[in-house]
T-cell receptor, first 113, second 115 residues
Framework: KAGVTQTPRYLIKTRGQQVTLSCSPI?????VSWYQQTPGQGLQFLFE???????NKGNFPGRFSGRQFSNSRSEMNVSTLELGDSALYLC????????????FGPGTRLTVL | DQQVKQNSPSLSVQEGRISILNCDYT??????FLWYKKYPAEGPTFLIS?????DKNEDGRFTVFLNKSAKHLSLHIVPSQPGDSAVYFC??????????????FGTGTRLTIIP
């Protein structure tokens, strides 16, 4: 069974630009969650999508948005990039139940210059 | 406000000995806890979980203990092997809202196994 895939793996952008990251979940998984990992803050929850609907949201500004398609693939968009957005962005997929294991992709390393 | 805390940023253990990683939480709504392991340039890998109705869960060399009154959990690895060297994250969630997928993570503990 193929794992969670994320594209691109690395990205360099400049301040003010916008970026779109993609996540393909494990086949059969309907939930996709996004996390930001930074050295100081650890992994922080961004949002979760289930069956194309945002079901849960963390404490991030509106510049961070996402969506999920009918095939469960998800995209995350960050507009008006700031230096502090430099981080590893991880997505995780699961079947969607409260205790179903979340399986993580390798992440997208975003650097904002 | 860090609701899940891993107070030891790093830990070194001799190969073959027991590794004990600790985690504290403050949110009494948390009722499901997980440990993930992360190698560089990879996403976190699920290790083991425990529900608040239990105080211990075992899977091979890995055992997680939960002390609800102290809001403390620990991961024991016995015996420790060089391949266990990684960053370990503790995570917690509340299952009271069905389908709540939000995991709250600690900041991680870097475990180094010394051959």
């Amino acid at each position: 069974k193929a794992g969670v895939t994320q594209t691109p793996r690395y990205l360099i952008k400049t301040r003010g630009q916008q970026v779109t990251l993609s996540c393909s979940p494990i086949s059969g998984h309907r939930s996709v969650s996004w996390y930001q990992q930074t050295p100081g803050q650890g992994l922080q929850f961004l949002f979760e999508y289930f069956s194309e609907t945002q079901r849960n949201k963390g404490n991030f500004p509106g510049r961070f948005s996402g969506r999920q398609f009918s095939n469960s693939r998800s995209e995350m968009n960050v507009s008006t990039l700031e230096l502090g957005d430099s981080a590893l962005y991880l997505c995780a997929s699961s079947r969607g139940g409260a205790t179903d294991t979340q399986y993580f992709g390798p992440g997208t390393r975003l650097t904002v210059l | 406000d860090q609701q899940v805390k891993q107070n030891s940023p790093s830990l070194s253990v001799q190969e073959g000995r027991i590794s004990i990683l600790n985690c504290d939480y403050t949110n009494s709504m948390f009722d499901y806890f997980l440990w993930y392991k992360k190698y560089p340039a990879e996403g976190p890998t699920f290790l083991i979980s425990i529900s608040s109705i239990k105080d211990k869960n075992e899977d091979g060399r890995f055992t997680v203990f939960l002390n609800k009154s102290a809001k403390h959990l620990s991961l024991h690895i016995v015996p420790s092997q060089p391949g266990d060297s990684a960053v370990y994250f503790c995570a917690a969630t509340s299952t009271s809202n069905f389908g709540n997928e939000k995991l709250t993570f600690g900041t991680g503990t870097r475990l180094t196994i010394i051959p």
